[in-house]
């Protein structure tokens, strides 16, 4: 405010601030290298927001809202998210420091070039309460049917696509509705240069945050957390303040009607990490929660599977060389190493160390599951072996029963709020009347549902399957000895086969996965194992396929080198 | 499949859906409901693209649940129904829909007796004009104005049997007599309109023809009830063919379209009671072939468990086979009759169990049935030999004159078995 020297590049006195405290032209959004001291870092409270905006602001006719810009409100969703993050034990570090610091560098390196718009010409984006036709508006305005095709998630919103369709035949030089300032310049920005903000994106900025702190939570456990409710996501507008308002244009950018996908998540923290330059995160080392050693137990117990098989996942590790500092840290911008997903890899690692010690091929698991159970039948004293079989009866139970709960919450999950979104003031009343009877309905059915009550949202927990050590439903006291034998004084397998997943594996960069899984290619025992860990982590079996994959060729590297027939058995 | 662990608005839906329909199919109404609560947040979307749109869903799914549901009631479903309606009326849903909204709710209403709510709201749906289509092409809506003439002749029918019982005796009679003229009218004017459509409106061309004959005017009468029976443009139906009958037999009409309009019928459904009155007429006939007809016509109607132990249809048939007997012409008809159902008519009518059963629960039942069997299959068969011993040894008369004429006439079941 204080600036008063001429723009270089608009010649106009329009000073704003960003968040780096530079100076930047409101006009043609060019960013200075002149700083202005900045007194109070507190980067994520609203008068900071201010700052950049405070200038335009006014106080709108109707509804007392303000106006506030596409990048304030992810700003929110993000604060709200590390609040949730915390609430849920993740440490304060992570809301007060890194999340906005990877932030505030994002807004940097993305608003240098925010927009391209031409010397002179300003934002115009109309605010809700202003009419629609607007004779001065330029002519090469693009229709808001336009903009809707823009935006890249298709899936989203559909409902007010037919609405804007019959809008757009009011004029085709109407200016496009949002709540937000720059709600129709945000979608009209060519997305593949600048890494656009999306919802699922936030979710990136915290799994990044997380991981760059080390934080025991893994993407997948994130994800279930944000589909239980326990991060705010789905309707994460009604958090937004009274004066916010979210309307038009702003649907499409800040509400989502489906589950985040862990693979778009991720692979957008992995594009997001090189984006921001930063530099090699820090080490995963042994005694990491994310280190395969570390999260095998946490799976195994979850797996009710016998704490012994732990050795055998850690002798994997060290074998393949997955528990290295190097492979594990994610070193942003180097494209030529694969990503490390951690849980997926531990599951991957667990499955292996069954395949070497059980064979899994439909057969061999059982007979030694039978002889255990002699043995176990013979001899009351001394501990239990290990029985392939009760530990699959007890686990399918189990499973099968939560896979269930979890289909019935899919076809149960609520997607809106009684927060209304609507697209203007003209279909306000609309949607509020719809909502009125969505509301009336579910009181009248609600009453005919019966004494069962929608459950309240399960507590936050780490472990979703659990088993009681004092009962003999829990295998983690389970002794392998039935199964192992002693080779030079080492502990071998007594199983001598191995058979691989795939004898050749893609090209994961053209065809998105090292294998094509298909269930009837495989035994049903893998295939129930897949499943099972399909379901702990909430992602396709195919995709931890594939990492089972990835380590069995780095396993028997030296014997696939020997061209081998396909689906051979090897000897180890 | 439950392998997906993506999940976007319309697959979760969708799911629900799925869940409700099972629901329902396994009459689990409280399920069905639960998961209802959660389907209905659709109706916040448009999806004015699809082919049935969540608010038919809910309307259809909420419709049987409320219907099934221990715990519902009329007013709960009739506010339902309210809700429904007006959804309808924000366009959501076609005008066909709406219309067929509005007729479950009016039968809803009458099977509760409240008549002049169901009324009430035909007269409602009458009035409702939907944009681009107009309401007269809609069929549902010839339904909703068919109804509200139907309700309209109720109305009629009651004030007619006011004035028959009390005559016609002063003039406080003439506002009764007016208003059942005018609800003639209104009836007159809405049933005549369904019942061109191609459809089965047994109750409605009832009623019509009931008040065209009550005002004289049979040539409309006829022409409504041919058109029902014979345009092949509607579906074959019975009914058609029994109240054209009805009707002629009203008028007076001659033997002849009688008996054409009866054959259709027999050809339709050769069980149905009135083939004993056409079997009655045809034989009496002078006419060779009608009588012919009469007896192919009791064949058949015996030829369905539902008439085994009707002591007229055997009648019908006993008499008839004697005439033939008798005259000693056409046995060659009773031989054609007999030579389909020769191999099962035995077992299924003239058994010895039969025999017994039938002797000691209906004597005439029993008699009628020994004089066919006794002419189809000989004095040696089972049930005429067992029946004609009982009845002689009770020494009831008939039964010695049956049994005279069976032996007598033996020779002519030698001819008809050949």
Redesign the interface.
Known sequence: RDFNERCAQCSEVNWGLTDGGRYYCRSCHNVTERTREVVNTDFMTNSRVQTISKHSRKQEKTGGGCEWYVCEGFQLVLKKQAEALEALGVCPQMKDEILCNFWRCYLQKSKQAYCNRPAGETVKALSVCESSTDVDSEPDRPSILHLLSLSESEGDLQTDCSFASSMSKVSENTSVYSGSVDGSLYLMKNQKEKLRMTMPMTLSFCYMALLWLREPMTLSELLRFVVEGHIPYLNVFRLFPEKMKLCGLDLKIFCVESWPVYEEVHNKMVELAAFLDLPRFPDITDNCFLHPDMLCIKYLMEANLPDELHNWTCRVVKKIGIGEVDFLTLVPGNKSTRKVKYDILAAAVIIVVLKLLFLLDDNYEWLLSDLAEERNKNNKEGGQYFEFKKWYEVVKHSLDVEQKKLDEERAKYVWRCEKPLFYSVKNKSKVLKRRQMVVNLQNQFGKLSGPVQRAEKPNPSSFQLSWSEENTDCFHGHSLKGILQEKRGLLTAMNPDYWLCTVKLCNERLCGHLAHYREVDFPQSYHFVLRLFSFLLRIQPSYIHDEVCMIEHKLFNKKLYKKLKYNTVLRK | S???????????KE??L??IQDAMLQKQ???A??????Y??S????Y??EHVGPSEM?WRI?TE??CH?S??SVK?FN??ME?MK??GV?RYLKASILNAVCLEHVFHLLCNGQIDEAYQNLSLAESWRFGEQTAIQNKEMKLIQAYRGLLDYYSWSKQKNILLEHGLDGFADLSVEQEMHSCFRKAAVNLKEIIKIPGVWDLFVKCYVDLLEFYGDHNEARQVLNEYAYNSKFPANPNAHVYLYQFLKRQGESKKSLISALKILHDIVPSHELMIDFNTMLRKSKKRKRRRLGLEVIFAVLDYAGWKENVKAWSCLARQVKQVVISEKHLGWIKKEWSSRKDWWPAFHFSRYLAKRNWQENESLSYEKALVAGILLGKDCKYFKYVSHQGCKAQVKRFRMLKKFVNRHNPVYLRISG
């Open positions: 439950s392998y997906e662990h993506k999940l976007n608005f319309k697959k979760s799911a629900c799925s869940y109404w409280k399920r409901a639960e998961f209802l609560t959660f209905v947040e109706l916040e979307k448009d004015s693209r809910i909420g649940i409320l549901h715990h519902s709960e506010c339902f809700q007006t959804l924000k």
